[in-house]
C-alpha cells in the first residue's frame, strides 16, 4: 500500500517507516541488555501488537518464549470499556521474567487489569514494553519499562493499531482524518 492509496483517509503520516524501524533496533538492544541470562517470557496483547512484536522480537537474540492474551473492550467505542479475555495465557510464567507488550497505553485500564491478572501467576517480575504512550490521557497509574515513542493525545491507526478493526497493515503510524475519526461514546463497538 502506498501512501497515496491512503490520502482520503489519513490525515497525516504521524511517525514513518524508518523512524519506527529504527526505535524498535534501539528497543531492541535495551531489551537485550536487560534480559541476558534471564528465563523471558514475552506476552504480548492481541491483536495491535502484532506487527511491533513481529519486528520487535526478531531483532532479539535472546532465548525467549512467546505467548498471547486477548483482550477486547466493549461499551465505550475506542475507549478501553468493560474488558473482556478473548484468549487466556497458555505458558507457565511462575518465577519467570515477563515483558508485557501492547501497543498503546492510553488511559491505563487495560494494563493495570492485565498486569494484575499476570501477578497471581506469580512471576518473578513484570515489566511493560509499550509502541507508543499518550501519557495525557492517563487514568490509572502505570508506568512503562519501556516506550516507543511518546504521543500526544490523538487518535493514530497503522502499524497494528486500529479504527474500527481497520487500518492495522498500514506500515507507518497515522492520524485519520477528521470524518473518519472515532465518535466520543459510540456502543458496542469492539475495540482490539
Ligand atoms: P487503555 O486501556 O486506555 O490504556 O487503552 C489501550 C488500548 O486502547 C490500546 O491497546 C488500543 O487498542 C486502544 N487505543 C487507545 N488509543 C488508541 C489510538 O490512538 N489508536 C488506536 N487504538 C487506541
Ligand atoms: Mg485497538
Avoid at 514513518?16 to 496483547?45: F, M, N, P, Q, W
Avoid at 491507526?157 to 472515532?182: S, T
Wanted: glycine share 6%.
Amino acid at each position: 500500500m502506498t501512501r497515496t492509496q491512503w490520502r482520503n483517509e489519513i490525515e497525516k503520516v504521524l511517525i514513518s517507516e524508518s523512524e519506527i524501524a529504527r526505535r524498535v533496533t534501539e528497543l531492541a538492544l535495551e531489551i537485550e541488555k536487560e534480559y541476558s541470562g534471564r528465563d523471558l517470557v514475552v506476552v504480548a496483547l492481541l491483536n495491535g501488537t502484532v506487527l511491533f512484536l513481529a519486528d520487535l522480537i526478531r531483532q532479539l537474540s535472546l532465548p525467549l518464549r512467546l505467548d498471547f492474551i486477548g483482550v477486547s473492550s466493549y461499551g465505550a467505542g475506542t475507549e478501553s470499556g468493560n474488558l473482556v479475555f478473548t484468549k487466556e495465557l497458555r505458558l507457565d510464567v511462575k518465577g519467570r521474567d515477563v515483558l508485557l507488550v501492547d501497543d498503546i497505553l492510553d488511559t491505563g485500564r487495560t494494563l493495570t487489569r492485565v498486569k494484575a491478572k499476570l501477578k497471581k501467576l506469580k512471576p518473578r517480575r513484570i515489566k511493560i514494553c509499550v509502541l507508543l504512550d499518550k501519557p495525557s490521557r492517563r487514568e490509572e497509574s502505570v508506568t512503562p519499562d519501556y516506550v516507543g515513542f511518546t504521543i500526544p493525545n490523538e487518535f493514530v491507526v497503522g502499524y497494528g493499531l486500529d479504527f474500527a478493526e481497520r487500518y492495522r497493515n498500514l506500515p507507518y503510524i497515522g492520524v485519520l482524518r477528521q470524518h473518519n475519526k472515532p465518535a466520543p461514546k459510540k456502543k458496542k463497538s469492539a475495540r482490539k
